[in-house]
C-alpha cells in the first residue's frame, strides 16, 4: 500500500496562489491513479482535480478550471497542486488520494489510499 502525507497549505488572500503538495511513500507511485479532494465544515467532501498515472490525462471540477492545475512527478513521488486566483469559496481542507484502478474517477468512495489533508483558508 501506499502512504501519503500533504503540505503547502495556509492562509492566503482572495486572488493569491498556493501550491500544495502530496508525498507518498510504500509501493510504487506510477501505479496509483490520483486525486485532489476538499472538504469544507459541514460539507461534504468534493472532487477537486484527478491526474492518471503517467501525467497525460487530467480531470477538473468545473469550480476549479482555469484556476487549477493538477501535476505529478513519479521520479520524486510527488503530486501536486497549483492553485490560482484563489477565492474565498476555495477555502476546506484539502486531501490527496490514490487509487489503483486506472481512470481518474470523482467520487472519494473509489480511492483506496487517503492523507490527512491540509487546511487552505482564502480571506476575503
Known amino acids: 500500500q501506499v502512504q501519503l502525507v500533504e503540505s503547502g497549505g495556509g492562509l492566503v488572500q482572495a486572488g493569491g496562489s498556493l501550491r500544495l503538495s502530496c508525498a507518498a511513500s510504500?509501493?510504487?507511485?506510477?501505479?496509483?491513479?490520483m486525486g485532489w479532494f476538499r472538504q469544507a465544515p459541514g460539507k461534504e467532501r468534493e472532487f477537486v482535480a484527478g491526474i492518471s498515472r503517467s501525467g497525460g490525462l487530467t480531470d477538473y471540477a468545473d469550480s476549479v478550471k482555469g484556476r487549477f492545475t493538477i501535476s505529478r512527478d513519479n521520479a520524486k513521488n510527488t503530486m501536486y497542486l497549483q492553485m490560482n486566483s484563489l477565492k474565498p469559496e476555495d477555502t476546506a481542507v484539502y486531501y490527496c488520494?490514490?487509487?489503483?484502478?486506472?481512470?481518474?474517477?470523482?467520487?472519494?468512495?473509489?480511492?483506496?489510499?487517503w492523507g490527512q489533508g491540509t487546511q487552505v483558508t482564502v480571506s476575503s
Open positions: 510504500g509501493r510504487t507511485f506510477s501505479i496509483y491513479t
Open positions: 488520494a490514490a487509487r489503483e484502478v486506472y481512470y481518474v474517477s470523482t467520487s472519494p468512495r473509489e480511492y483506496d489510499y
